[in-house]
C-alpha cells in the first residue's frame, strides 16, 4: 500500500479524552494531504514523535512532545514495526525541508532509518506551506 504521510502538528485540539488524529491536529496541511491520499486512493498516515504513523481516524488523547535526536533510534524501531504491520510497501512524506524549520530532521532521520531497515521506498515531497 503506497501511504502519504506529513508529520504531527503543535497546534492541537485541547478537548479531554482521545480524539481522532485528523481532528486533534488544528493543521491545514494535514488537512490537505489527507485530501490529497484519498484523491489519489493512498492511504494516510501522520507522524508523531509520540506515536509514531497514526492513521487519522485512530484516537489519540492530548499531548506535548517534540521529537528530538536522542529519540531517533527508538522511534526508527517504531516506525519500522508500524511500517511492516501495515504493510505499508511506499512511503510519500510531505514535508517543510529541514532548512526552513530544524526541529524536521529527527522526524526525517528516524524515518529514513525505518525505511531502511523495511526496504520501504520512502520520498520526501517538499511543500512550501506549513
Known sequence: MTVFCTYCSAEKETSTGPLPALERYRSDRIRRIHQAAQSAGCG???????????DGQAPIPWYDHLLVADEVPAQAALLAGQLRQARISQLLFFTLPVS????????????????????????????DFA
Open 44 to 54: 494516510f498516515r501522520i507522524l508523531s514523535g509520540e506515536y509514531g504513523l497514526i
Open 100 to 127: 526552513v524549520d530544524e526541529k524536521l530532521a529527527p522526524y526525517h532521520e528516524a524515518l529514513r532509518r525505518a525505511c531502511r531497515e523495511t526496504a520501504t521506498p520512502l520520498s520526501f515531497v517538499e511543500i
